[in-house]
Nanobody
């Protein structure tokens, strides 16, 4: 079984920065890619970005491109979401996700980290 645990959420003023971390654990964890989704209050979850475990493929949603950066640490089985120039509309619960070999889509989800950007 794979577990994803996010950390680093909090309250930040508009224009500020925050860094989320996600640590994956599990005896047979073999990721194809890991990424981030977010959910605004009362809305559906939306894609933020992902990074492939092999190679250098990284993709972002249009509204975070240029402000958010995803990176990984393969040895630690961790990914990070560096969020700069935050806006009040970035306020959401952020979820770490993983796509692993043998499973379809984003098969594993963390429990989420709250990010609140004050105006």
């Amino acid at each position: 079984q794979v577990q994803l645990v996010e950390s680093g959420g909090g309250l930040v003023p508009s224009g500020g920065s925050l860094r989320l971390s996600c640590e994956a654990s599990g005896r047979t964890f073999s990721p194809v890619a890991m990424g981030w989704f977010r959910q605004h209050l009362g809305k559906e979850r939306e894609f933020v970005g992902y990074i492939r475990w092999a190679g250098h493929d990284i993709s972002y949603a249009d509204d975070v491109k240029g402000r958010f950066t995803i990176s990984r640490h393969k040895v630690k089985n961790m990914i990070y979401l560096q969020m700069d120039n935050l806006k009040p509309e970035d306020t959401a619960v952020y979820f770490c996700v993983a796509n692993v070999r043998g499973a379809q889509g984003w098969a594993y989800w963390g429990t989420g980290a709250q990010v609140t950007v004050s105006s």
